[in-house]
Every structure is written in C-alpha cells, then in structure tokens.
C-alpha cells in the first residue's frame, strides 16, 4: 500500500458535511405533492413517516448538511471507502482508457446502502422511535437498516420483494442475524399484502408492493416509522459521501474522470458518485459526461413518463413527479432485484430533464458478462446491479480501443455479489434470459396514472 493510499484511507478523511445538489440547480425541482388535494405536502404531512430532521433535509436547499458525530463513528467501520484503478480489467480489454472505481462492497452488509440506513436510524432513535420498518429489493437495503438499527437499539422489520426472498436466501439470513424480522412480499400480514395475493397468489412482488407493506404498517403502529432506500431527496444527500471522497482520491492520483458512470433502480448509488461531480461540472472546475444505467426489463429513465406517481402500489405515498413505468407495473424478477423499481428519484428525474446525464439501458445478459469479466481481472464479483455500470464501463473502453482515446472512466461498485451466485450460476450455464418488456406493458401501467 502506497503512503497515498494509506493517507486517503484514514477515518480523517471521511466527509465532515453530505452535499446537497439542490443549492445549485438552475431551476428548482417540482413539489411532492398531497394526492387528497394535489398541493404540496407540509412538514405534518409527512411526520407519521419520519423524523423531523430527515423532513427538514427532504425539503432543504442548504448546499451542506453537516454529518453527526454519531453517525461518522459508525462510518469509521468501513469509511473511507477505497478508489482502485482497474489496471488488470485495462489489460484484460487492451483499451487505453483508465478505470477507476469507489468500491463500496466493504461496508458491513456489503454495499453502499449504510450510508444512508446509518443516520436515519440515528434519526429516528434520537427523536425516541423505537422500531423502523421498510422494504427491500434484493436485500441490500434491509441487511443495511438491520445493521444499522443494531447501532442504535431500534427494532427492525422488513418486507422483501418475494422474487429475491426466495432466491437470496442469504441476504435475509443476513437480516436475521442483525436482529430483523423479514416477511416475503406481498404477505398477508397486511392488508394491501392480502390483497395482492388475493389478485396473484404466485405474485414475484414488486418494491411497490413492499413499500405499500412497509407503510400501512408504519402509519397503524404507534412508535413505528418508515425508512427508505432509495428515491427521495434526504436518501441521496446522504449517499454523497461516496461522490466527495472519490473527488478527493482521484485528485490524489492528479486525475479528473471524462465520464462517471453509475447504475440506477431508485437512484441512491449514482446520485451519490454523480452530485459531487456534477457540483464541480456546474461550476466549471471538471466537464465529465455523466452515464445512468438501467435494467432493460425496467427502464423508467429511457422508457418510462415523467409525471406525477404514486411511490407505492397501493397509493400510500405522496405523489412524485418522476421519470415512471406506473406505480401498477410488475417488474420481470431479473437477479438485480435493486433496480426493480418503477420510478426514479424525483430529484434525479429533474435533472435529467435538464439535460445533466445521459441514461442507456441493459439486458441482464450483458451485465452478468461485464460483472464476470470485472470478477476474472479484478478479483471483486460484483452485485448484478453494479455490474450494469460495468457493462457500460467495459462498453466505453472499447469504444476507446477503436479511437485510441486515453479516457478516464469512473464508476462505483456499489456492492459485492456473493449473495448474487445464483444469478452468476445460471449466467454461465448459459440459462440465464433477457427478459423483453413489450411496450403494451408499459402502456397498461402508464393508464393508471393519476389524474392531477
């Protein structure tokens, strides 16, 4: 380990503040709005949700929000996280490009979703809750608010999407072993759960559906609150440590990225590598092309409207405006059950229709290929959903390959894959399906908008 290194991985340079994109904006983003009467929600709108302070972030347009000590002593577990160039995966494509990525795999449930599970369990425990309980795709998100409410003696309950609690076993053992409880969903614990059953007993569940779960159950037990893992605005302020060390690490090898790429479902990981970046963009300081990649099966970003949405199935939530498929759509159960999501971060939604970042989509195939590629040179088996990054991280190099470019690419490898085997499995076995989502689909989701 270089004296380089070993100075950017000391705890003291962990950020001291999250940024806030907001404070910079040109034009600022649309209201969530109250769907009994389509005006904006108020602060009591919102607190059978959350606690004040994660409110007050929702709506703040500070351009720095200080981080509590509490909370960078728990980060200290695993912050900060290394930025690796990728020299063997460079040979490996005999591109001229230079790859660099923030591994966020280390963290104690191995991605990057602590970041933000770590302060709203502080939050929340500040403010005297005593139980959390939320949703989870594949399972990253819910091992990383158990872990969390751990820290900070809080009770921890989690509806996990049933596609993935029947095929990642391990990521709800891994729950359990932090002290949660988890429910497949849609269950008949509740009573939207009971009634997607009712509609589907075999349903894959869809985040939708969990969140649904997740809320109806936050709003009927006193004590209880809600978390989430991506989508709103205090999740991605959180997430932008990943973004600010990389900034400081990358300076540190006297480099600037041409191109950050990130993968997105909700938006938390590529809103935390990308804001920084952007910051420094708009001021004119670095001029990176920034790339968002998506599932093909779910593509709310390239395919889907932007409009006002429910962020649930059962239209709990506030209505969003956001890039969406329908708040209705079941998404296909592709292996990167993290992007399964039918809307996109109205934040991040905003920004690309100011035309701040690109988005492509990918088929799983090509991801499982990039992610296995990545696995072979670098010796990282990546989360499937960080190897749609990948994908086009690898696409990009040999695209630079044919010109001779010299390109610095970054990315964020936003967790591990070692509950991801099955999904590898059936990669190379050669059964693993590109799932095609006909447009009739969509179009059948989109009708049930609702009306404003």
């Known amino acids: 380990m270089t004296e380089a290194t070993r100075i950017l991985l000391d705890e003291s340079r962990i950020p001291h503040n999250w940024y806030n994109i907001v404070a910079d904006l040109p034009v600022p983003p649309p209201p969530i709005l109250h769907p009994a009467t389509s005006r904006p929600v108020e602060?009591?709108?919102?607190?059978?949700?959350?606690?004040?302070e994660l409110i007050d972030q929702e709506a703040s347009a500070e351009r720095f929000v200080l981080i509590p000590a509490s909370v960078r002593d728990v980060y200290r577990l695993w912050r900060p996280t290394p930025l690796i160039r990728a020299r063997r995966l460079e040979r490996a494509l005999g591109t001229p490009a230079r790859i660099y990525y923030k591994y966020e795999g280390g963290s104690p449930s191995g991605s990057h979703k602590p970041n933000t599970a770590v302060p709203q369990a502080y939050y929340n425990a500040r403010q005297g809750v005593g139980k959390l309980v939320t949703e989870t795709g594949a399972g990253q998100w819910g091992s990383a608010l158990a872990f969390a409410c751990a820290q900070y003696g809080l009770e921890c309950e989690v509806w996990m999407v049933r596609a993935s609690y029947d095929g990642k076993p391990g990521r709800r053992s891994l729950m359990r072993a932090y002290g949660a409880t988890v429910h497949p969903s849609p269950s008949p614990l509740t009573a939207y759960g009971a009634e997607a059953l009712a509609h589907d007993p075999d349903s894959p569940g869809s985040?939708?559906?969990?969140?649904?779960?997740?809320?109806?159950?936050?709003?009927?037990?006193?004590?209880?609150?809600?978390?989430?893992?991506?989508?709103?605005?205090?999740?991605?302020?959180?997430?932008?440590?990943?973004?600010?060390?990389?900034?400081?690490?990358?300076?540190?090898?006297?480099?600037?990225p041409d191109m950050v790429v990130g993968c997105t479902g909700g938006g938390s990981n590529f809103a935390g590598l990308a804001f920084p970046f952007l910051r420094e963009k708009l001021a004119g300081r670095m001029a990176p092309v920034i790339r968002a990649v998506e599932p093909a099966a779910c593509p709310s970003l390239t395919r889907g409207v932007y409009a006002y949405d429910f962020g649930?199935?059962?239209?709990?939530?506030?209505?969003?405006?956001?890039?969406?498929?329908?708040?209705?759509?079941?998404p296909d159960p592709i292996h990167a059950g993290g992007l399964r999501y039918h809307g996109m971060s109205p934040l991040l939604s905003h920004l690309y229709e100011l035309g701040m970042f690109e988005a492509v989509a990918m088929e799983q195939n090509d991801c499982f290929e990039a992610g296995s590629r990545f696995a072979r040179s670098e010796g990282v088996v990546p989360a499937p959903e960080a190897a749609h990054a990948l994908a086009e991280v690898v696409a990009e190099a040999l695209r630079c390959r044919e010109t001779g470019e010299e390109k610095v690419l970054l990315t964020a490898v936003c967790g591990h894959g070692h509950f991801d085997l099955d999904g590898y499995d059936r990669y190379l076995s050669g059964r693993l399906e590109d799932l095609s989502l006909p447009q009739d689909r969509i179009d059948t989701a989109l009708a049930g908008l609702p009306s404003l």
Request: net charge negative.
């Open 43 to 52: 602060p009591d709108d919102l607190m059978p949700l959350f606690p004040v």
């Open 207 to 256: 985040l939708g559906i969990a969140i649904s779960e997740a809320v109806e159950t936050a709003r009927a037990e006193p004590g209880t609150r809600y978390a989430l893992g991506s989508l709103l605005n205090h999740v991605l302020l959180h997430q932008t440590v990943i973004g600010e060390e990389a900034i400081e690490q990358m300076a540190a090898f006297g480099e600037a």
């Open 312 to 330: 649930d199935a059962a239209g709990l939530t506030p209505l969003l405006k956001m890039h969406t498929l329908g708040h209705g759509f079941i």
